[in-house]
């Protein structure tokens, strides 16, 4: 990038220039992995209350070519994509990228797969889409240093790459177009509340599907010939929506109009149904139940220490399950009570009460040097026969520190996927997901519609 060439324009060229074929098997490996991820968390967040409740008020019918994942039905794609993407956050299990907080995969997945749907597209054409689009996203979040601490790490940055992913889909690669929807969703960049997953509101899951709808809006204009002002991207979004924001590094591992470097392999799969923020803690009580064989009745009082950022939202009495995916305390309470971290566990706090009373979170600046390349945690327990157990967690399972599994992998999707789908219908999906390449788009379409 020269004084004179816009971020937008390099990283158009290199989006441009993604093909499927050319992108290496790692990178490869993992934006399969993460499509599967994506429809797996969709289709378990759509099983929730509140999503039963929003699906039956958007649309009606097999009104579209769409599919709404895990209904059984198309609509029209507008439709598709915010029941789809509403259903990322539900279950706070989405997907993460280590060098910049958000969750661009299990935001774009909803939207490519509507337009490519709709479009009568091919895999190769999605799969295309979903690595340039991440690539683009990716740039974007480093540079921006971090987002100031009263936004949210849904729906910010992740737009840019949403937005270049779908006027890739659109157009089939144009680099003009690709420049004008990267600046112009810079220009129209969007701003969530940090805290209202803390404070339980479930309006919270509207973020992810405003950022792909705003993307849709924002490609299908560039397309349309409609122009955005050219070094938006570094002149107007990074200063106001970065902590500490380097335009240098929009264009990092970009060479000769190619990606250099492919930052979709520092994704990240989530094994917690909570933020996060405090999957150190949750893997620490997680080990200390398999190694002590404990239960409830075992527990005098427990104590959580945790950093700093992760204090500051947590949810400390939380009201309903949203809030206690944020809750150090209420997540620990319903690891021991039943076991083990899940979703069921967290839909009924009254039955946590007796022990969360037992349970105290406080910040250890000790902690705080872990971050951001850390989610630590530490939990003592005080059993009932006087013995003091602790576990410290800095690199919970899932990151790039401590991967996770192929198994640990398949069986969250797995999970997830059969309580939309049974276990057969579950088992199909995973076997399309991991072949998609070499198979047609409209092969898994029909599963995810069944």
């Not at 816009?6 to 490996?29: F, H, I």
């Not at 026969?385 to 790039?400: A, Q, S, V, W, Y």
Request: include cysteine; hydrophobic fraction near 45%.
């Amino acid at each position: 990038m020269t004084p004179s060439t816009p971020a937008a324009c390099t990283l158009a060229a290199a989006a441009a220039a993604t093909a499927w074929r050319d992108v290496p098997d790692a990178a490869r490996r993992m934006a399969l992995g993460l499509t599967l991820d994506a429809l797996a968390i969709v289709a378990g967040g759509a099983m929730h209350p509140d999503m039963e409740r929003l699906v039956k008020k958007t649309g009606s019918g097999s009104d579209g070519a769409a599919t709404v994942i895990a209904r059984n039905r198309t609509a029209a794609m507008r439709d598709a994509i915010f029941l789809n993407a509403a259903c990322t956050t539900v279950l706070q299990r989405q997907d993460g990228y280590a060098n910049a907080k958000g969750h661009p995969a299990s935001q774009m997945v909803p939207l490519l797969l509507a337009i490519a749907e709709t479009r009568e597209l091919g895999t190769e054409a999605f799969l295309t889409a979903l690595v340039a689009g991440y690539e683009t996203g990716a740039r974007v979040g480093v540079a921006l240093g971090g987002v100031p601490s009263h936004l949210h790490d849904i729906g910010n940055w992740a737009t840019v790459g949403l937005a270049a992913g779908a006027a890739h889909l659109l157009t089939g690669g144009d680099q003009d177009v690709l420049a004008a929807a990267i600046d112009g969703a810079a220009s129209v960049g969007l701003a969530f509340d940090r805290f209202t997953t803390v404070g339980g509101a479930t309006l919270h899951h509207v973020y992810p599907a405003t950022s792909a709808l705003t993307a849709l809006g924002v490609a299908e204009a560039a397309t349309a010939g409609l122009t955005a002002l050219p070094g938006s991207l570094e002149r107007t979004y990074g200063p106001h929506f970065g902590a500490h924001f380097d335009a240098e590094k929009l264009v990092a591992g970009v060479t000769g109009g190619r990606w250099t470097q492919f930052e979709i392999v520092n994704a990240y799969y989530k094994l917690h149904p909570s933020c996060a923020h405090i999957h150190g803690t949750n893997d620490a009580v997680a080990a200390l139940i398999a190694e002590q064989n404990l239960r409830e009745n075992d527990i005098a009082q427990v104590r959580i220490a945790t950093f700093g950022e992760a204090m500051e939202i947590d949810a400390e009495a939380p009201h309903n399950d949203l809030a206690a995916r944020f809750s150090a305390r209420a997540t620990v309470a319903a690891a021991i009570r039943y076991g083990a971290l899940d979703d069921e566990g967290l839909l009924d706090l009254e039955a946590l009460e007796p022990l969360m009373a037992r349970i105290d979170v406080a910040h250890d600046p000790s902690l705080d040097r872990h971050i951001p390349a850390g989610r630590p945690g530490r939990v003592t327990i005080e059993t009932t026969d006087g013995r003091r157990l602790e576990k410290e967690i800095i690199h919970p399972r899932g990151t790039p520190q401590v991967p996770a599994t192929e198994t640990e992998r398949l069986d969250k999707a797995r999970t997830l996927l059969a309580r939309a789908y049974g276990a057969d219908g579950a088992e199909r999906i995973l076997s399309l997901c991991a072949n998609l390449d070499a198979m047609p788009l409209a092969d898994l379409s029909s599963a995810l519609r069944a």
